[in-house]
């Protein structure tokens, strides 16, 4: 079968409001037989290529062939031969898999005896053969990504564009999608795969990096691992004060990035910077530093330049939380949810301690986002406690949230107001006013950077943006207890870093972080986790606590995304259920 080609010639696209080029003179040529992944920081230009490949963007210059066609003068006969899942991929949610599926036909042209078996195939490959009369809106994350790839593959096309699929989906329906999508190419299908998880782009055979509208590598992701072999080290002074070391570390000019994983600090050396420097620099003997397998996130930042240092611009303006180190802080007791005869969640209970980060995690669907939801007051409990501050949240909800900072898995912020505005708003929500108020503005200001974007709205602003305002306005009353529900989710490497530089300095200072996230590197900043599943607690206990109850002689050392597969799977077998 011969090989179907992208080709770029100093393909540019301009936007009259930015300085710079979105994407700024690529030529290059991406072929089928396997997935090409496009990765790069919010505002790298990703979706504004993807947009001129799907011919939804006219090029400023340069010259762009899909397939032998023009986007633009040929956009009739591509659309014929090419599917385009955005993020929001736009499904109907008050009609069902098969009303979608129908609708999605008739659009692309799949009519007669073509139709019902087309639809059996892509029902059988993406396992949704038993839910045809499910709302969509009432699907899993991971289930409405797969109806939207199914509607996607509506008419055999040549070249799949998939722009970051598997953002909100849990790690075992990511797993799913990808094995649906190395099917396809193995088919021979051209598929270009957007992604913020660099764990994806390692599963890639090639990747475009790309920053600042420029592909900065074009090439296999091992390739570009293999250079940062003898500069990624594992570091633990065994304090147990994993988030003191990284600090400490971050500050060090011998250090280009560095991340908690579970009770050590993965760093990555400075080029030319020695591990017995960083021994006496960080006072440790040189046998508690060992070297560790790089990983293609580890290159991707170094290839940027680092990670984002070591300032924790919230710690500094947070006050220190009163209160004893051990004392429970949130509750949950045998919190039971029903929505009719369904059980959402079922007798779950789980303590936080103050200054603790506790990391809610399971699959789409299994019931931690009800748990969340009536830990944060937002849903009434059928029975059982959801405790705060030794507060109920059915009596007591509008003193506890008081003391609450809450920042939602969907944007919550208003799209037409400006950042200040914004900022204005939620801080008089939470009863600041006039000086004290204009204080809490110009710190949160200065803490995130907002001075370039404060006249903007967040409708205007690349995601990382507005994730960075959604967290300074839950924080502007200076809260006791911190509810975060998937505050990454969709963001990239380097933003997520800054995330948690913020989160971690404020847990230094006494805040208690609830967190869910379906990101497993990130769950190795928590403390302690509690994995929910057919809306039961089924396991919990600290990162490597969780990492060793999995580890086996095939995988001695179990990575977090595999000890959360593994737990699942072997709860689903223990109870006689089908796999996840």
């Known amino acids: 079968m011969p090989n179907n080609l992208i080709e770029m010639t100093a393909l540019e696209k301009k936007f009259p409001e930015r300085q710079t080029a979105a994407v700024a003179s690529l030529t290059l040529q991406i072929q089928s037989g396997g997935v090409t992944g496009l990765v790069g920081p919010d505002g790298a230009g990703k979706t504004t290529l993807m947009r001129m490949l799907a011919g939804l963007l006219t090029p ?21 031969i090419l599917g385009y899942m955005p993020q929001k991929f736009g499904l109907y949610e008050d009609l069902t898999v098969m009303e979608n599926l129908s609708l999605y036909a008739d659009l692309r042209g799949v009519t007669g005896a073509l139709r019902q078996p087309t639809f059996d195939r892509l029902l059988d490959f993406t396992d949704l053969t038993h839910f045809t009369s499910r709302l969509a809106g009432k699907l899993s994350g991971g289930m409405k990504q797969k109806l939207g790839l199914a509607c996607t593959l509506l008419g055999q096309p040549k070249v799949l564009l998939l722009d970051e699929p598997g953002v909100g989906v ?42 600042e509208g420029i592909v900065i590598y074009h090439g ?3 390739a570009l691992t293999q250079k940062m072999a003898g500069r990624t080290l594992l570091v633990n002074d065994g304090s147990g004060t994993h988030r003191q070391l990284l600090q400490r570390a971050l500050r060090l000019p011998l250090i280009s990035d560095g991340v908690i994983q579970g009770k050590s600090v993965r760093l990555i050396l400075a080029r030319q910077a020695e591990r017995a420097a960083l021994a006496k620099a960080l006072n440790l003997p040189e046998d508690g530093i060992e070297e560790t397998e790089p990983r293609f996130e580890d290159a991707f930042i170094d290839l940027l330049g680092g990670g984002p240092g070591g300032k924790q611009a919230m710690a500094e303006i947070m006050p220190k939380i009163a209160g004893n180190a051990g004392e429970t802080v949130i509750e949950a007791r045998r919190l039971t949810k029903k929505f009719g005869d369904f059980a959402a969640t079922d007798n779950i209970s789980f303590s936080v301690r103050r200054g603790e980060i506790f990391g809610l995690l399971g699959p789409n669907g299994a019931g931690k986002s009800t748990t969340f939801k009536m830990m944060c007051g937002l849903l009434v409990p059928t029975a059982g406690q959801a405790l705060v501050l030794n507060m109920d949240l059915k009596t007591s909800s509008g003193r506890a949230r008081q003391r609450l900072g809450y920042m939602a898995q969907k944007f919550s912020l208003y799209g037409n107001l400006t950042v200040e505005q914004n900022l204005r708003f939620f801080s008089g929500v939470y009863g600041l006013h006039g000086k004290h108020q204009q204080r ?12 370039p974007i404060y006249r903007q709205t967040p409708d205007s602003l690349p995601l990382g943006f507005k994730q960075r305002l959604a967290l300074a306005c839950s924080l502007m009353h200076e809260p006791d207890i911190l509810f975060l529900d ?47 599943y057919h809306g039961k607690l089924i396991a919990s206990g600290t990162p490597d606590e969780l990492k060793q109850r999995t580890a086996s002689t095939e995988a001695p050392n179990p990575t977090m995304e595999q000890a959360f597969i593994a737990l699942v799977g072997n709860y689903d077998k223990d109870n006689g259920h089908a796999a996840a």
């Open 60 to 80: 400023s210059q340069g010259t762009l062939r899909v397939v032998g066609l023009d986007p633009v003068t040929e956009e009739g006969k591509l659309h014929a």
């Open 170 to 211: 849990d790690p075992i329906s990511r797993r799913e999608l990808w094995r649906m999508v190395h099917e396809l190419a193995d088919e021979g299908m051209l598929i270009l795969w957007s992604t913020s998880y660099l764990d994806e782009a390692e599963q890639c055979r090639e990747v475009l990096l790309m920053n």
């Open 220 to 222: 296999a992701p091992g």
């Open 440 to 451: 809490k503005m110009d710190e949160m200001s200065q803490a995130f950077d907002f001075a």
């Open 486 to 532: 998937e505050p990454t989710s969709g963001v990239d490497p380097l933003t997520r870093r800054e995330f948690w530089l913020h989160i971690n300095g404020m847990v230094e200072k006494g805040v208690t972080v609830m967190v869910t996230t379906h990101f497993m590197d990130e769950a190795e900043y928590c403390d302690r986790i509690g994995l929910v």
